[in-house]
């Protein structure tokens, strides 16, 4: 069914399971940062391959039951930590590593400080 709204959520799925996410803002995405579909394809498939998928659906379970607002949403980063933490309880270092990538934040919009700068008349004395 086509659902007409203000977009202004996303559901994520997992068989029977719907898990209602809200939107992450733009302005707060990290950069190098895997999105969170490929993020929950490459983590379900590696659980899957372990034999752990059951810790997963638990986990999901309780992100359900919990949300983060009374509208039954949690946000895509609770999503991705909850993804991450059962992931990390499941899984060695590097195999972990491989799906949460380490991201290094950078500094786009720095500005230089008033110390750096030449003064644009300089001093006869």
Same mark, same amino acid.
């Given at each position: 069914?086509?659902?007409?709204?203000?977009?202004?959520?996303?559901?994520?799925?997992?068989?029977?399971?719907?898990?209602?996410?809200?939107?992450?803002?733009?302005?707060?995405?990290?950069?190098?940062?895997?999105?969170?579909?490929?993020?929950?394809?490459? @983590?379900?498939?590696?659980?899957? &391959?372990?034999?752990? +998928?059951?810790?997963? $659906? /638990?986990?999901?379970?309780?992100? %359900?039951? =919990?949300?983060?607002?009374?509208?039954?949403?949690?946000?895509?980063?609770?999503?991705?930590? @909850?993804?991450?933490?059962?992931? &990390?309880?499941?899984? +060695?270092?590097?195999? $972990? /590593?491989?799906?949460?990538?380490? %991201?290094? =934040?950078?500094?786009?919009?720095?500005?230089?400080?008033?110390?750096?700068?030449?003064?644009?008349?300089?001093?006869?004395?």
């Amino acid at each position: 069914m086509f659902n007409r709204g203000p977009a202004k959520w996303r559901e994520w799925r997992l068989g029977n399971m719907a898990i209602p996410l809200y939107l992450e803002d733009p302005k707060t995405a990290t950069e190098g940062q895997k999105s969170v579909v490929e993020v929950a394809h490459a @983590t379900i498939s590696a659980l899957r &391959a372990k034999g752990a +998928e059951k810790a997963l $659906l /638990e986990a999901l379970d309780v992100l %359900v039951k =919990e949300p983060d607002s009374p509208t039954g949403r949690c946000s895509e980063q609770r999503f991705r930590t @909850t993804l991450k933490q059962v992931a &990390a309880a499941n899984m +060695e270092q590097e195999e $972990l /590593e491989e799906i949460f990538p380490v %991201v290094l =934040e950078t500094r786009t919009n720095s500005k230089p400080s008033k110390n750096s700068r030449k003064p644009s008349k300089e001093s006869v004395g």
